[in-house]
């Protein structure tokens, strides 16, 4: 299973970017897929998920900001990024879950400039 993590790049504050994974070597559609980030220093926590049925959970700092969805026609997850602040900067990396383990994509680094 490989994920290949697209979309980052340098944004003014309260811009926009749009990152998206793409998911080979197995049926995406069958397990949870998430975005993680991690800042310089910092852990690796969880930005949003989103289950095999759709249901989708978000870390506090990002909710009505950031809004992940999968096209499992595609085999791949989205994240939506509106309203970026400098805090937001961070490597963002996306994972997937499902009955044969979890993966981990290589990660897309997002600067927000203030």
């Known amino acids: 299973v490989q994920l290949q993590a697209s979309g980052g790049g340098l944004v003014q504050a309260g811009g926009s970017l749009r990152l998206s994974c793409a998911v080979s070597?197995?049926?995406?559609?069958?397990?949870?897929m998430g975005w993680y980030r991690q800042a310089p220093g910092n852990q690796r926590d969880m930005v949003a998920g989103?289950?095999?049925?759709?249901?989708?959970n978000y870390a506090d700092s990002v909710k009505g900001r950031f809004t992940i969805s999968r096209d499992d026609a595609k085999n791949t997850v989205y994240l939506q990024m509106n309203s970026l602040k400098p805090e937001d900067t961070a490597v963002y990396y996306c994972?997937?879950?499902?009955?044969?383990?979890?993966?981990w994509g290589k990660g897309t680094l997002v600067t927000v400039s203030s």
């Open positions: 989103i289950s095999s049925g759709g249901s989708t």
């Open positions: 994972k997937w879950a499902g009955l044969g383990g979890s993966y």
């Open positions: 070597g197995t049926d995406a559609s069958l397990g949870y």
